[in-house]
């Protein structure tokens, strides 16, 4: 299946580059856009790898991590004066990989840039189904839809009537955990950070109660108000002082999946959370997750979903920035909550 591209044309390559590691709060000015040139064509000896065009590019809070200097992650960090990376979908270019050839999309990591050359190919897959549009690889079906599959399904362990609150859940993530929740016959409450969301949280995504936290004073008081009788599930998306009022508000024997902690992405110096005691006296199971521990129900997710998809039971919203030039800004964003939505990068047309 791998094929060569017609010709070796050069082309301007504009790339998104780590100027420096970050201290602090992420900013616009520790990357640099840049351009440079590159053939069409893959180097002569290069066995296995694909040359891609990038088409979506995914802005995702983890992406911070990689960007200080830190090197007991479970993921390395971009290294400055380099391409960061993350999850795109792209179109095939040229090849020297049996399994994926001249003309196929792919999803998968990839540079920040507008070709890339791709040698580390194991987790790439290639898109079978082009009746879904293209940018949800990224999405819905991409990391973030299969964060919420696994972190709902298999950390939570859900039961139909379990009350459920979701923090970011108007994000990438926390849209989806929200409407599989209510397909489950569960009781769906979400917080987020402006009118616009709360709306689209209950008139758009089918939550049954939604409320701007920038608006409580009292985080805990807040959640006693929507969940007077506790809470059986809480998907923690942002860590902080939502985590902590959330632990004083569980019910006995209630699930806490830590899904990311967006609040304190650009702390250096993170607060420490005051009422953990609360997983002893109610007996609570709290656990972190990474989606790709999970990688074998991959295939069971991708059918799940893109059938819900299909039949009009879920809907997915983005938030789309033309043109790799806005990369860094859209990526900012994430942690200021500009974004409605999965935020995705358009860099090209196919």
Not at 20 to 47: C, Q, Y
Not at 113 to 125: M, V, W
Not at 129 to 148: E, K, N, Q, R, W
Not at 281 to 291: A, C, D, E, H, V
Request: net charge negative; aromatic share 10%.
């Amino acid at each position: 299946m791998a094929g060569e591209a017609g010709d070796g044309v050069v082309v301007r390559n504009k790339q998104v580059l780590l100027k420096n590691f970050m201290v602090g709060s992420a900013k616009e000015s520790d990357m640099e856009l840049r351009e440079s040139t590159i053939s069409l064509k893959l180097p002569p000896g290069t066995e296995g790898a694909i040359l891609v065009k990038n088409l979506y590019l995914s802005c995702d809070p983890y992406m911070r991590g990689r960007m200080r200097e830190y090197y007991e992650s479970y993921i390395p960090p971009f290294q400055p004066g380099k391409p960061i990376e993350g999850f795109g979908v792209s179109k095939v270019i040229d090849s020297t990989n049996q399994k994926f050839g001249v003309g196929d999309y792919i999803t998968g990591l990839t540079g920040w840039e507008e070709y890339s050359i791709i040698t580390r190919t194991e987790q790439l897959r290639k898109v079978e189904s082009l009746d879904i549009p293209l940018s949800y690889h990224v999405g819905l079906l991409g990391m973030p839809g299969f964060t919420a599959y696994v972190g709902f399904y298999e950390i939570c362990s859900p039961k139909k009537g379990d009350c459920v609150f979701i923090s970011a859940a108007s994000g990438a993530v926390g849209q989806l955990v929200g409407q599989l929740a209510k397909l489950h016959g569960c009781f769906v409450v979400g917080s987020a950070g402006s009118a616009d969301k709360i709306e689209l949280l209950k008139h758009k995504l089918g939550y049954d109660e939604a409320f701007n936290y920038k608006e409580e004073p009292d985080l805990v008081a807040a959640l006693k108000r929507y969940f007077p009788n506790g809470i059986d599930i809480y998907f923690d998306n942002v860590g902080g002082e939502m985590l902590d009022a959330a632990l004083v508000n569980m019910k006995v024997h209630g699930r806490i999946a830590v899904c990311g902690m967006v609040s304190q992405s650009a702390v250096s110096y993170p607060k420490g959370i005051t009422n953990l005691y609360m997983l002893v006296t109610k007996r609570l199971t709290m656990k972190g997750f990474i989606q790709s521990d999970y990688l074998h129900l991959f295939p069971q997710f991708l059918e799940a979903v893109s059938n819900l998809y299909k039949q009009g039971k879920i809907v997915y919203i983005e938030d789309m920035n033309e043109g790799l030039e806005n990369g860094p800004a859209a990526f900012i964003g994430l942690f200021s909550g500009k974004n409605i939505g999965k935020q995705v990068v358009h860099v090209a047309d196919e």
